[in-house]
T-cell receptor, first 112, second 116 residues
Framework: TQLLEQSPQFLSIQEGENLTVYCNSS?????LQWYRQEPGEGPVLLVT?????EVKKLKRLTFQFGDARKDSSLHITAAQPGDTGLYLCAGVDSGGYQKVTFGIGTKLQVIP | GAGVSQSPSNKVTEKGKDVELRCDPI?????LYWYRQSLGQGLEFLIYFQGNSAPDKSGLPSDRFSAERTGGSVSTLTIQRTQQEDSAVYLC??????????????FGPGTRLTVL
């Protein structure tokens, strides 16, 4: 069974601070995805990274896929209260269909 | 446009009762997934449907769990003889086509199941 470990599990920061969330696995994935989930809603896909070493930016969010395709990080610059939510990393294998393994998530609270 | 919808949004039931959870995927999406999200746990894969193919049931935790997808669209997840450990949020997702590593799964808002 492939496992994804996320750290930290909880993060409470002040508005304007920077933060990094980590996602690690002992297994190699075809791609890695990051989702954000708000209370009472399903996860929403933020980004998919496919190539080892790949870096993608989405406004103040920067996503990186490790060279060995086993780990990833999400960096948020100048966090805003609207960034509050549960951030989930997910490893994807494509063996006939998109088999996704989710991490436990990082619960982020940005205090105004 | 319409997203994935699930009903009911909340369900409270007594231990031992059967429950049915419904998922309406995005129109035209051929792939449908069910997941379970428990407190302190990540999303756990339950079952996958693709068109008329036999579903992948490898994630169903016990034979009390079953799911159907009628006409390649609406899906129902049934839990028989519910137990307290079945309490969780059950999420449904659909995608346009299966298999691609960059394929996007669109999630519904989930059904929160509480077994007393």
């Amino acid at each position: 069974t492939q496992l994804l470990e996320q750290s930290p599990q909880f993060l409470s920061i002040q508005e304007g601070e920077n933060l990094t969330v980590y996602c690690n696995s002992s297994s190699v994935f075809s791609s890695l995805q990051w989702y954000r989930q708000e209370p009472g809603e399903g996860p929403v896909l933020l980004v998919t990274v496919v190539t080892g070493g790949e870096v993608k930016k989405l406004k103040r969010l920067t996503f990186q896929f490790g060279d060995a395709r086993k780990d990833s990080s999400l960096h948020i610059t100048a966090a805003q209260p609207g960034d509050t939510g549960l951030y989930l990393c997910a490893g994807v294998d494509s063996g006939g269909y998109q088999k996704v393994t989710f991490g436990i998530g990082t619960k982020l609270q940005v205090i105004p | 446009g319409a997203g994935v919808s699930q009903s009911p949004s909340n369900k409270v039931t007594e231990k031992g009762k059967d429950v049915e959870l419904r998922c309406d995927p995005i129109s035209g999406h051929t792939a449908l997934y069910w997941y379970r999200q428990s407190l302190g746990q990540g999303l756990e894969f339950l079952i996958y449907f693709q068109g008329n193919s036999a579903p992948d049931k490898s994630g169903l935790p016990s034979d009390r769990f079953s799911a159907e997808r009628t006409g390649g669209s609406v899906s129902t997840l049934t839990i028989q003889r519910t137990q307290q450990e079945d309490s969780a949020v059950y999420l449904c997702a659909s995608s346009l086509a299966p298999g691609g590593v960059t394929d996007t799964q669109y999630f519904g808002p989930g059904t929160r199941l509480t077994v007393l």
